[in-house]
């Protein structure tokens, strides 16, 4: 059954380093998610992608955060400068249509900021 | 702004028992709902996908039932096994007006089956 992937499992970084988080989305689907997930909190939306741009993206993804689809089929999220309270697990996710359809998760990755 | 809620918090059941678990939102604006199951430090299993049309979706042991105009769904697992043993984590998609359609979470309910 096709899957989300998402590389790397773990991560660790050194605060204000640079990260690039990779997601392997379903192959025929065309609308993609980030999702964050702070220890012991919700699940929290960061940002929509669709048709090469950002459809929606929450408070959260400000001017550090930004996604890429640099190929057809890696969609990656890079946060510039990280902080301590970017520590959290780091869900890509995605849709073949839009609002009826499953959105379908990767197993994350975790970003450990020090 | 779409607000989920999921009680309890935590539940503990012995094996063999039927449950319930509910969430709660407070717009009824909704295009689906989704329920999900997630292992620790694990990511999220799709269970099921209610439509803002539909009243309820079963697959296997589990059903799953939507009133949109209360603003409630609740997760009914029938026979516990010590494999269900996870959090819930309930999301509903509400057209942001953008194009979008992320999902809104819960906090969760975390199940743990005895055996």
């Known amino acids: 059954e096709p899957e989300v992937t998402q590389t790397p499992s773990h991560q660790v970084t050194q605060m204000g380093q640079e990260v690039i988080l990779r997601c392997v989305p379903i192959?025929?689907?065309?609308?993609f998610y980030w999702y964050r997930q702070i220890l012991g909190q919700k699940v929290e939306f960061l940002v929509s992608?669709?048709?090469?741009?950002?459809?929606?993206k929450s408070e959260i993804f400000d001017d550090q955060f930004s996604v890429e689809r640099p190929d057809g089929s890696n969609f990656t999220l890079k946060i510039r400068s990280t902080k301590l309270e970017d520590s959290a697990m780091y869900f890509c996710?995605?849709?073949?249509?839009?609002?009826?359809?499953?959105?379908?998760f990767g197993p994350g990755t975790r970003l450990t900021v020090l | 702004k779409q607000e989920v809620t999921q009680i309890p918090a935590a539940l503990s059941v012995p094996e063999g028992e039927n449950l319930v678990l509910n969430c709660s939102f407070t717009?009824?604006?909704?295009?689906?709902l989704q329920w999900f199951r997630q292992d620790p430090g694990k990511g999220l299993t799709s269970l099921l996908l209610?439509?803002?049309?539909?009243r309820e979706q079963t697959s296997g042991r589990l059903n799953a039932s939507l009133d949109k105009s209360s603003g409630r769904s609740t997760l009914y697992i029938a026979a516990s096994q010590p494999g269900d043993s996870a959090t819930y984590l309930c999301?509903?998609?509400?057209?942001?007006?953008?194009?979008?359609?992320?999902?809104?979470f819960g906090k969760g309910t975390k199940l743990s089956v005895i055996p």
């Open positions: 996710a995605s849709t073949i249509g839009q609002g009826g359809d499953t959105q379908y």
């Open positions: 992608f669709y048709n090469n741009e950002i459809s929606e």
């Open positions: 209610i439509q803002s049309s539909q």
């Open positions: 192959s025929n689907h065309l609308y």
């Open positions: 717009d009824s604006a909704i295009y689906n």
């Open positions: 999301a509903v998609v509400a057209a942001s007006g953008a194009g979008s359609y992320q999902l809104t």
